[in-house]
């Protein structure tokens, strides 16, 4: 029922077929070029957002390149405390 609708027809005419040929042709070639344009841009717009990040960056890495090392046996981190949840009473792990 659904596949009646989808029926192809092919011409007998040799120079319709070459036509329909041409068309499709052209159609896929002009398909990939505006794939390449795209991706093309795509891959320039990455480049320059790689970059502004790069040159915004200095200040960030020099602050964290500045530190003085943690002593041994410290993990640096950081966190953020949450209020208002229900507090459990764990035991202590060595137990």
Not at 8 to 36: E, N, W
Not at 50 to 76: F, H, N, Y
């Amino acid at each position: 029922m659904f596949h009646a609708g989808l029926r192809l027809v092919k011409s007998r005419h040799p120079l319709a077929r070459l036509a329909t040929a041409l068309i499709a042709i052209v159609l896929v070639a002009a398909l990939v070029a505006i794939g390449v344009f795209v991706f093309a841009v795509l891959v320039v717009g990455g480049a320059l957002f790689a970059l502004v990040r790069v040159l915004r960056a200095p200040s960030q890495s020099a602050a964290t390149t500045a530190r003085a090392p943690a002593p041994a046996g410290i993990i640096e981190g950081e966190f953020t405390v949450v209020d208002g949840g229900p507090t459990h009473k764990r035991a202590p792990s060595g137990v």
